[in-house]
C-alpha cells in the first residue's frame, strides 16, 4: 500500500536557519503530493503542493520539489523564522486508490530566536 | 468564505453522555471528511461524504455516527464513548474527490475529552 515516511523530529534551528525536512514515499500509479503544516492549538492548513514529476510546489518561502526518480518530495525554506514553529505534515494522494490522502508521521519544527 | 467552521472547540463528556460535533462549510465543496488526531499522530480518517452520501467508513466504531444533512453541514453523533477516544477531531471539506479536486481544506478541529 501507499506509505509516506518523513525525519522524526523535533528539529531545532536558529532564526535565519536553512531548513530541510525529508519526506519520501511509496505509492502505486502517479501520486500528487503535498505538505500541511499544522501551528499549535489549529488544525491543518495547506502549505504547498505539486501534481506530477518535477513540478515544484512553493508558499511563503517554502519550496518542495516532486522527485519520481528518489520518490522525494522535501521541504525547504532558505531561512526560518520564529513564525515558522509547526508540525509540518508531508501527505500523498493516490490518483488510481481514491484520492484519499495517506499522511506521513509528522515533523515538529522549533525555531529559537 | 474559505473556511471550514467547526463547533464546538472543546468539548468534555462522560461515557454514558451524547453530544455531536458540528461542521460547516460554504465554499460549495462537495466532499467532505471526519478524521481523528491523538497527539503527536497524524490525523486519521474516519469517514468520508461524497455529494451528500457515505462513501468510505474507515471501520469507525458505531458509537461514532457520522450525518450529513445538506451539502453545507456535517456532524459526527458521539454516544457511550471511552476515554481512548479523546483525541482532536478534524472535520475537512473538498471540492470533490477525483483527480486534481481532493486539496483538503480543514477546520481547526474539536478537542474531545471521554471522562
Known amino acids: 500500500g501507499d506509505s509516506v515516511t518523513q525525519m522524526e523530529g523535533p528539529v531545532t534551528l536558529s532564526e535565519e536557519a536553512f531548513l530541510t525536512i525529508n519526506c519520501t514515499y511509496t505509492a502505486t500509479g502517479y501520486p500528487s503530493l503535498f505538505w500541511y503544516v499544522q501551528y499549535p492549538g489549529e488544525g491543518l492548513q495547506l502549505l504547498l503542493k505539486?501534481?506530477?514529476?518535477?513540478d515544484k510546489g512553493s508558499n511563503k518561502g517554502f519550496e518542495a520539489t516532486y522527485r519520481k526518480e528518489t520518490t522525494s518530495f522535501h521541504l525547504e525554506k532558505g531561512s526560518v523564522q520564529v513564525s515558522d514553529s509547526a508540525v509540518y505534515f508531508c501527505?500523498?494522494?493516490?490518483?488510481?486508490?481514491?484520492?484519499?490522502?495517506?499522511f506521513g508521521g509528522g515533523t515538529r519544527l522549533m525555531v529559537k530566536p | 468564505d474559505t473556511e471550514v467552521t467547526q463547533t464546538p472547540k472543546h468539548l468534555v463528556m462522560g461515557m454514558t453522555n451524547k453530544k455531536s460535533l458540528k461542521c460547516e462549510q460554504h465554499?460549495?465543496?462537495?466532499?467532505m471528511y471526519w478524521y481523528k488526531q491523538k497527539a503527536k499522530k497524524p490525523p486519521e480518517l474516519m469517514f468520508v461524504?461524497?455529494?451528500?452520501?457515505?462513501?468510505i467508513n474507515e471501520s469507525v466504531p458505531s458509537r461514532f455516527s457520522p450525518e450529513c444533512p445538506n451539502s453545507s453541514l456535517l456532524n459526527l453523533h458521539l454516544h457511550a464513548l471511552q476515554p481512548e477516544d479523546s483525541a482532536l477531531y478534524l472535520c475537512?471539506?473538498?471540492?470533490?474527490?477525483?483527480?486534481?479536486?481532493?486539496?483538503?481544506?480543514f477546520g481547526a478541529g474539536s478537542r474531545l475529552t471521554v471522562l
Open positions: 501527505a500523498l494522494s493516490d490518483n488510481n486508490a481514491g484520492n484519499m490522502l495517506t
Open positions: 475537512a471539506s473538498s471540492r470533490g474527490t477525483g483527480p486534481g479536486a481532493n486539496v483538503l481544506t
Open positions: 465554499m460549495g465543496h462537495r466532499a
Open positions: 461524504y461524497s455529494y451528500e452520501k457515505l462513501s
Open positions: 505539486a501534481t506530477k514529476a518535477d
